[in-house]
């Protein structure tokens, strides 16, 4: 036998069925899309959440419980054996955001993770209360820089006057 008799195996790669082309190709008219309406048209796409007119599922369900994604800190982990391996000396924020490709807003908390042999001293937004011992049993100094508590900016922000209304008049 030679490679030229090799044949395909009957069936293994079926022809592609083209729709829309006459009557006689057994696909044609409708082209299996049914009768009229949005489906049948080209271009048409349904929206995944949409459930046909009925009250959605979103909405039949009941919201419970409470959700703090408006106020919560969310921190970029450091460990201090990263610290001790990658700096020396002093470590600003700057530096570890440099380092960690962190964005400007993000905010870094050092955890104590590993080892710490070197003298250092760390700024950071929180400290961990094992990461702050290893730091200043090292010798070095832990800096805590203060972040605004985004619920207390957002209660300031909603007792402005300007959102405070029409003042009542006397009775």
Not at 15 to 27: C, D, I, L, Y
Not at 102 to 118: A, I, P, R
Request: contains cysteine; aromatic residues 6%.
């Amino acid at each position: 036998m030679m490679t030229h008799d090799v044949t395909k195996a009957a069936g293994r790669h079926p022809r592609r069925k083209r729709v829309g082309r006459g009557e006689s190709s057994g696909m044609g008219r409708q082209a299996g899309r049914g009768n009229k309406g949005a489906q049948s048209r080209s271009g048409y796409s349904r929206n995944p959440i949409y459930e046909g007119g009925q009250m959605p599922m979103f909405r039949r369900l009941a919201k419970r419980g409470f959700s703090n994604v408006n106020f919560r800190r969310e921190y970029a982990p450091v460990n201090i054996g990263w610290l001790d391996a990658n700096c020396s000396g002093s470590v600003s924020l700057a530096n570890l955001r440099t380092a960690l490709h962190l964005k400007k807003d993000e905010l870094v908390k050092v955890l104590g993770g590993g080892e710490l042999k070197k003298k250092l001293s760390v700024e950071a937004h929180a400290f961990s209360a094992a990461a702050k011992a290893a730091i200043e049993k090292a010798g070095g100094s832990v800096k805590i820089i203060e972040q605004a508590d985004p619920a207390e900016s957002w209660k300031a922000k909603r007792n402005t006057a300007k959102n405070a209304g029409p003042a009542k008049k006397p009775a």
